[in-house]
Nanobody, 123 residues
């Protein structure tokens, strides 16, 4: 059991940057691979990025590769998504998720989800 709370969403201009944070409850944060997903209006929830339990490996959707960086600080029970060179098409509700074991890009593999934080990018 883990509770996830996202923060850091808001409004940004195209080309700007924003950093999202997700803080987990409990003391077993390092047992979970973590992922970020996003859902735009009228669309299904899509994979954005994932990171292994130790933070040693990462994986990104092609649409954000080179622009977004996922990281984690297990001592702080927090995973981050640094978003740079933002585009209007990045506008969505962003969710963090936790998965027991190895990282995954499949939403069905994740066990726990945060409530989401809105990111809006204006042109």
């Amino acid at each position: 059991q883990v509770q996830l709370v996202e923060s850091g969403g808001g409004l940004a201009q195209a080309g700007g940057s924003l950093r999202l944070s997700c803080t987990a409850s409990g003391r077993t944060f390092s047992s979970y691979a973590m992922g970020w997903f996003r859902q735009a209006p009228g669309k299904e929830r899509m994979f954005v990025a994932a990171i292994s339990r130790s933070g040693g490996t990462t994986y990104y959707a092609d649409s954000v590769k080179g622009r977004f960086t996922i990281s984690r600080d297990n001592a702080k029970n927090t995973v981050y998504l640094q978003m740079s060179s933002l585009k209007p098409e990045d506008t969505a509700v962003y969710y963090c998720a936790a998965k027991i074991g190895v990282k995954s890009s499949d939403t069905a593999d994740y066990n726990y989800w945060g409530q989401g934080t809105q990111v809006t990018v204006s042109s």
